[in-house]
């Protein structure tokens, strides 16, 4: 088990609860979707997660070692292997600075990385990141543009080539295509399964959309108002045994 | 069936310093009590098209063609009595909600407001079927009613919205990528409201949306289009399963399928 | 090459960016080389030529001291716009760091600043300025010392409300999934974002604080005689105002011409700055 979290619970005042003893594993190179509408709190588990909000109660452990949000020097260890993937592709980059800085800041961060997918010594900086736009197969020409001149699938794969750039071993999708069209959201879909395969990584997706939550994970967590509802593997999609919820959500999401 | 709510015939726009045109040749129409699907990506035109029939092209765009509603050429009209039209005949859906109210001004009062300008009713009356749309729609009436946009959720606020339209029960209904910013519970609960209200009033539906499953679902007629064009169009069976453009084909590769969903090959699409 | 022409022509075809920038390459020039052009000393009395009107040999006439007007003004300018620019150049300098910090890092320190900041806030800067420079003793340091006291807390505010618009934005919370310390995400993605907001800001109010310097001079509270800055000038001229008018209204002239230059090259910069800003957000 890489990823563990039991009994996690949240609140943002007295009366409004976010996460709700949540307990989940994921074993590495395990692909785990979680589902649930707005204010489910699925957006709260992946910053909780990832570190940048604190949790009340519960624990979470990374390879056995707990995550605690406010040491700086654990959370560095942590920081290294857990990266994320925001929803909104156009404020995910910063509109004052050019593409390849942007790509840059992990590994600025993290100079001890030297990520198996670079080739060439003595990389310039800039060569750096246009390696890694190569690599989520972008033109290396958009190194030097600034984000207002890229279209959103484009800026979607240079966040997933900054996410992927330190190689994390865990990475944290926020509703990554919701912003896309669907030419673009298969597009991006494909680039995450195969570096997942890839790199052997350990992928939460979390989304409303479980067509794509289909299509990418093995496993499937269904949030409503910060309580897991239901957890089962996609085999079991339709099992007569799911949640009345769960049911209505396959049910609004397909065709017949 | 009668005549066609809505008929829109060889409509082109263009920018007014004359580059290529940004639709073209598009003609499409809608019956009474029908729900057609207009897909495509983003940029293909979609939203221009609702905006020509609504008349509120950008300044710097023009139209034409024919844009007939109800025996009326709309773009023959001049702007002021184009707009006569909007609300009461024409109801349009947009994607952003947060537009949608004026921020400080209760939600319920925008609704009657809306409703009376509209149709010669008292306050009270307003009221009642300001309260019996919002609780139509799933929410809360009374908490709605009373509360300013920002305290309720987008999902709420989209919703009041919808209500807010569909309220003036216009004869004919665009949706603009309406359940785009709702996920999918509350985009179904808007998407069977919707489907009631035509039901009680045969209105029709002009339902603009990249998403596919929808447009499967709920529409009876779907026009494609891709860059200005509609490039195919038919019942939503022949689109899915039948389907003769390569644009087409490249869209319906898209929609991932839900396991057991057997009809559709779920290729890799690399060479899109 | 290419864009820097279009950026340029982008600016002058702006009406108020364009008077903007001829009255400050003007005064530029006024300020930079006026010391060594003007035709006499801006110092030296001569009691046998008070008082004169303009004439081709003083060009505005003399003071009541018989010094040259027209080279007490030019001689001027240096001081006073520079003051006035030294005075927004620390103020921003304070206030910009302590806005982002406080932004950005929030919880007790933020509230710490902004307690200081509100209890500057409850008096009028202009009493406040008086106030301290009053205690201080008057002088043209003490006068800059005590604006900056009350301008830095403008800049807190402006650029901390920014920030606090801005830190919940994506690109910041990767920033800080990065492992970037805070001091990076600040320099990387704050500074810059407020940069543009601060700029114009500091434009327009150069004009205000040379108006502010001038102003406690004119009360005896800044230069004191004889230094030609334009307010103390004002000072000066006050007691002959019936008999010689020209003495008040040609430095009063002089800090109309900054402060609309300022106030122009502001008005300039926001609309060049909204204009950038409405291109990112197509």
């Given at each position: 088990m890489s990823l563990v979290v039991e009994g996690l619970s949240k609140n943002y005042s007295k009366n409004l609860v976010a996460l709700n003893t949540i307990s989940f594993s994921a074993k590495k190179g395990e692909c785990i979707g979680i589902v649930g509408e707005s204010g489910s709190g699925k957006s709260t588990l992946g910053k909780v997660l990832v570190g940048l909000e604190n949790y009340k109660e519960g624990t979470i452990t990374y390879n056995g070692a707990p995550v605690v949000p406010t040491k700086r020097s654990r959370l560095r260890e942590y920081r290294k292997n857990v990266q994320m993937i925001f929803q909104d592709s156009s404020s995910s980059l910063n509109p004052k600075l050019p593409v390849w800085e942007s790509v840059l800041e992990?590994?600025?961060?993290?100079?001890?990385?030297?990520?198996?997918?670079?080739?060439?010594?003595?990389l310039s900086r800039k060569e750096t990141a246009e390696q890694l736009l190569i690599m989520v197969g972008l033109d290396k020409e958009l190194a030097g543009r600034y984000p207002e001149e890229l279209s959103g699938g484009q800026k979607q794969r240079v966040s997933i080539a900054r996410a992927l750039s330190i190689e994390p071993s865990l990475l944290i999708c926020d509703e990554p295509t919701a912003s896309l069209d669907v030419t673009v959201q298969v597009q991006i879909l494909n680039l995450l399964k195969d570096f997942q395969k890839k790199m052997d990584m350990t992928i939460l997706f979390i989304s409303h959309d479980i067509r794509a939550v289909t299509f990418l994970?093995?496993?499937?967590?269904?949030?409503?108002?910060g309580t897991i509802q239901d957890q089962f593997g996609i085999n079991e999609l339709y099992h007569k045994s799911r949640h009345p919820y769960t049911k209505a959500l396959i049910e609004a999401a397909s065709i017949q | 069936m009668s005549n066609p709510i809505i008929s829109i015939e060889k409509l082109k726009i263009e920018t007014r310093n004359g580059s290529y045109p940004l639709v073209n040749n598009v003609s499409l129409e809608?019956?009474?009590?029908?729900?057609?699907?207009?897909?495509?990506?983003?940029?293909?035109?979609?939203?221009?098209?609702a905006r020509a029939v609504m008349g509120l092209l950008p300044v710097n765009m023009k139209n034409s063609g024919r844009i007939v509603y109800k025996n009326s050429d709309l773009s023959a009209l001049s702007p002021k009595d184009h707009r006569k039209f909007l609300g009461k005949e024409i109801g349009i859906i947009f994607q952003d909600y947060r537009a949608s109210f004026t921020p400080y001004i209760k939600i319920g009062k925008q609704i009657t407001e809306t409703i009376r300008t509209h149709y010669p009713i008292g306050k009270k009356e307003a009221r009642n079927q300001a309260l019996e749309v919002l609780g139509k729609m799933g929410l809360d009436s009374e908490r709605v009613y009373c509360s300013y946009p920002f305290q309720l959720s987008g999902g709420q606020v989209q919703r009041a919205?919808?209500?807010?339209?569909?309220?003036?029960?216009?004869?004919l209904v665009i949706c603009d990528e309406m359940t785009t910013a709702l996920d999918v519970m509350n985009g179904e609960k808007v998407l069977n409201y919707l489907e009631e209200v035509r039901k009680e009033t045969g209105c029709a539906i002009l339902m603009i949306t990249h998403d596919l499953a929808l447009a499967y679902k709920r529409t009876d007629r779907i026009y494609v289009m891709q860059q200005g064009e509609i490039v195919e169009e038919g019942l939503p069976e022949q689109i899915r399963c039948q389907h003769q453009h390569p644009y087409t084909k490249k869209l319906c590769a898209c929609l991932l399928s839900l396991p057991g969903e057997n009809f559709i090959i779920n290729e890799r699409v690399n060479d899109l | 090459m290419d864009t820097v022409l279009t950026k340029s022509t982008a600016l002058v075809r702006n009406p108020n960016m364009l008077g903007g920038i001829i009255l400050a390459v003007f005064l530029a020039g006024v300020m930079f080389l006026g010391g060594a052009l003007v035709p006499y000393d801006p110092f030296k009395i001569d009691m046998g030529n008070r008082l004169q009107e303009a004439s081709t040999l003083h060009w505005l006439g003399t003071d009541q001291l018989g010094r040259d007007i027209f080279s007490r003004?030019?001689?001027?300018?240096?001081?006073?716009?520079?003051?006035?620019?030294l005075a927004i150049f620390m103020a921003v300098c304070i206030g910009v760091p302590i806005g982002l910090i406080s932004g950005y890092i929030g919880g007790r320190m933020d509230a710490f600043f902004m307690r200081i900041i509100d209890g500057i806030l409850t008096f009028p800067d202009f009493i406040l300025a008086i106030a301290i420079a009053g205690i201080l003793g008057p002088s043209l340091t003490n006068i800059v010392i005590a604006i900056v006291l009350v301008r830095w807390i403008v800049y807190a505010r402006v650029v901390r409300g920014l920030v606090l618009s801005e830190k919940e934005k994506e690109y910041v919370l990767v920033s800080k999934t990065s492992f970037s310390s805070p001091i990076k995400t600040i320099r990387l993605h704050l500074l810059p974002h407020v940069m543009p907001d601060i700029i114009v800001m500091a434009a327009i109010d150069v004009g205000k604080v040379i108006l502010l310097i001038s102003a406690l001079s004119y009360i005896g509270l800044g230069a004191q005689p004889p230094i030609p800055e334009w307010g103390a000038m004002l000072n000066d001229g006050q007691g002959y105002f019936q008999v010689k008018p020209s003495l008040m209204v040609y430095p009063g002239l002089a800090i109309m011409v900054t402060v609309l230059c300022c106030n122009l090259l502001g008005d300039g910069l926001k609309s060049h700055f909204d204009i950038r800003k409405g291109r990112q957000e197509l």
């Open positions: 992990p590994l600025d961060n993290f100079k001890e990385c030297s990520p198996a997918f670079l080739e060439g010594q003595n994970c093995e496993q499937i967590i269904v949030l409503k108002n | 809608i019956k009474k009590g029908e729900i057609a699907g207009l897909i495509g990506e983003s940029g293909s035109g979609k939203s221009l098209t919205s919808i209500a807010m339209v569909l309220a003036l029960k216009p004869a | 003004i030019v001689f001027g300018a240096k001081l006073t716009i520079g003051l006035g620019m």
